[in-house]
């Protein structure tokens, strides 16, 4: 795969991500913390799913709640990381998942979704 063919997770911001979920039809955004050992060690497998061949068409988008006042307070209720599926700007599934198995089988949720025509 070239440099230019390949995606890459979005780092966005509250507003951004408000736009990017209208955008795209499917997006899988990651809510991370500073400081946070989990959000850095799913780091890796998150951005390695960005290229997988079965998740073309998904956006990919990472937001750093500590600089995201909306998102910043959406998880004090919360831990990061923090993960969120949305289909056609509506969202589907959003959790506090610690293991990339429990990533990668609400990333396969998302793949499975029918969008409504």
Request: proline share 5%; hydrophobic share 45%; charged share 25%.
């Amino acid at each position: 795969m070239t440099e230019e063919a390949r995606q890459h997770v979005v780092d966005a911001d509250d507003e951004h991500l408000r736009r990017l979920i209208h955008e795209h039809l499917k997006v899988f955004a990651q809510f991370t913390s500073e400081n946070c050992a989990i959000c850095e060690a799913l780091a890796p497998p998150f951005a390695k799913f960005v290229d997988a061949p079965e998740n073309v068409g998904i956006l990919f988008i990472r937001l750093n709640v500590d600089q995201n006042p909306v998102a910043k307070k959406m998880m004090e209720q919360k831990a990061a990381p923090f993960f969120v599926s949305y289909c056609q700007g509506r969202l589907l599934e959003c959790d506090a998942l610690t293991e990339e198995h429990q990533v990668v089988e609400q990333l396969e949720r998302l793949r499975a979704f029918a969008p409504v025509k």
